[in-house]
């Protein structure tokens, strides 16, 4: 897999192999990165379930000026690191920790969220719902699924489909 736009372009990506893990097709991280622009300089970005850090990567890519990752397994956040290095990504942070405990604390806001979980679990609603209280004004939430969202308290920008997955752009609505 290779990062398709921005400072790293053309570079591979490497993970491990690992069950489950499902990394976001270039024809779905392209289309994402269409939708926001290219340029994501000066953005904060989450890559809350980061797996082979393929959106994350590509936010750094072009121009994020920083980029969290999170994963819980070990093994994953150790290849993460590695390609960060390998990368130079130095807007790059892993850390090894549970999302859905991340995004329900009290702590920094991001104006890109980016919701990929594991198709066989069922942490995408609960993600959603607590990602609205981390965006900064004017955020955006990218979500991957494997059917359809429907998400309530959230307008969908742009949404599409690949294969298995579908993804959309989403925006909290605001309730005055």
Same mark, same amino acid.
């Given at each position: ?6 400072? !790293? ?5 490497? !993970? ?123 955020g955006k939430i990218y ?23 579908? !993804? ?9």
């Amino acid at each position: 897999m290779r990062i398709i736009g921005g400072e !790293f372009r053309r570079r591979i990506l490497r !993970f491990p192999d690992q069950p489950g893990l499902r990394p976001t097709p270039d024809r779905v991280r392209e289309t994402l990165f269409n939708w926001l622009g290219q340029d994501l300089a000066g953005w904060a970005c989450l890559d809350a379930f980061a797996g082979s850090g393929a959106l994350g990567f590509e936010a750094a890519s072009r121009g994020a000026r920083r980029v969290l990752m999170l994963e819980r397994d070990g093994r994953a956040v150790a290849g993460l690191r590695a390609q960060a290095r390998a990368l130079g990504a130095t807007s790059v942070e892993v850390r090894q920790m549970d999302a859905l405990a991340f995004l329900a604390g009290a702590g920094e806001n991001f104006d890109l969220i980016l919701l990929d979980p594991p198709f066989d679990g069922d942490s995408l609603m609960p993600a959603l719902q607590r990602a609205a209280t981390r965006l900064n004004p004017g955020g955006k939430i990218y979500a991957e699924s494997p059917a359809p969202l429907v998400a309530t308290g959230y307008e969908i920008l742009r949404q599409g489909r690949a294969g298995l997955s579908h !993804f959309c752009l989403l925006e909290p609505v605001c309730t005055a």
